[in-house]
């Protein structure tokens, strides 16, 4: 049957806004207490809390940002580890020069992609192409004779064409994220791994304290990476598998993987609590305190009895 079986849907099934409103209210509190304990309880004469509140404003609300913050964030504890030995510093011109390109990333993908749009006519013409060829090969006849019933997908604003044949720029997007994901991810892994090569070179020269507080922001960074690769790098490629081969009967679970790529924010905030003992121990000691106002709450107030003892003098 394949694709024969498909159905135009005039909107999304009734659980799937429920699903993204209920990860959206478990995100916000979770990343707001995040910021808060990133802001409020990080070391004050150390900036790499900057460096995490730059990572979380800007990742959140555009994930093209968070590849130019990770960066930043490396090469922040790069340069706390070289200040041991100054001959292990990376050229300050050379980190300005990544730092800058890098952040050019978001606008450069984000005008591509608004060059890539089609209009209402392309995309028209695009599904009559598609009909003329699924008729040339015999194939899913219920979409060649029921084609125009779909015409109204195309006016839904949430519904997007991409086509590089009618529109260049199409491929101009993917190349440009590839490219610039390449380099600076092979860039930060060096950064990564030389901050590492660092730390053990000066090892015998630092307290036992100072080494675990750089090895732990290392770990914790580490861990950063793998959110964005797990629910956002790993999904999109899913998807994309499933639309490129018409993989139509994994159509629905390719479609619920963007519960994962909501989630991102939030498994991001988790890692950084998570993975950080001094916020692990302020949410243990704040849910601890928690039973403990409610018992006061419901316990009535004790009433204390002063007894005295008068003595009569034999008159």
């Known amino acids: 049957m394949g694709s024969a079986t498909w159905i135009c849907p ?61 960066l930043l964030c490396f090469i922040y504890r790069h340069n706390a580890a070289a200040n041991f030995n100054p001959k292990f510093k990376i050229r300050r011109s050379i980190q300005y020069l990544v730092i800058a390109t890098c952040h050019t990333f978001p606008f450069v993908t984000a005008i591509c992609l608004l060059k890539s749009e089609l209009s209402h006519v392309q995309q028209v013409r695009i599904l009559e192409k598609v009909r003329r060829y699924k008729l040339q090969t015999r194939e899913t006849a219920n979409y060649t004779q ?37 380099v600076f991810t092979l860039f930060g892994a060096y950064v990564g791994f030389h901050t590492v090569y660092i730390l053990q070179k000066v090892k015998p020269h630092l307290s036992p304290q100072t080494y675990a507080g750089h090895k732990n922001a290392m770990i914790n960074l580490v861990m950063q990476c793998v959110v964005p690769i797990v629910c956002v790098i790993t999904p999109f490629n899913l998807i994309f598998l499933v639309v490129y081969y018409d993989l139509w009967q994994y159509q629905q679970s390719a479609t619920n993987l963007f519960f994962l790529m909501s989630a991102q924010s939030m498994a991001t905030s988790l890692v950084i609590i998570l993975s950080n003992r001094r916020f692990k121990r302020l949410i243990l000691e704040k849910l601890l305190i928690i039973p403990y106002k409610i018992a006061e709450t419901f316990t009535p107030p004790s009433l ?3 007894q005295s003892s008068t003595r009569v003098a034999p008159s």
């Open 10 to 70: 005039y909107g999304p099934p009734d659980y799937y806004m429920k699903t993204l409103q209920l990860i959206g209210l478990f995100s916000l509190p979770i990343n707001f207490l995040c910021f808060y304990f990133v802001w409020f309880y990080t070391p004050k004469e150390s900036k790499f809390r900057y460096c995490l509140a730059y990572f979380q404003v800007f990742g959140y609300f555009k994930f093209s940002f968070e590849l130019p913050s990770l």
């Open 146 to 182: 029921n084609w125009p019933n779909c015409l109204h997908i195309l006016d839904h604003r949430g519904f997007v064409m991409y086509d590089p044949f009618d529109n260049p720029w199409t491929t101009a997007v993917g190349l440009s994220a590839m490219v610039y994901i390449s």
């Open 304 to 306: 204390h009895v002063y």
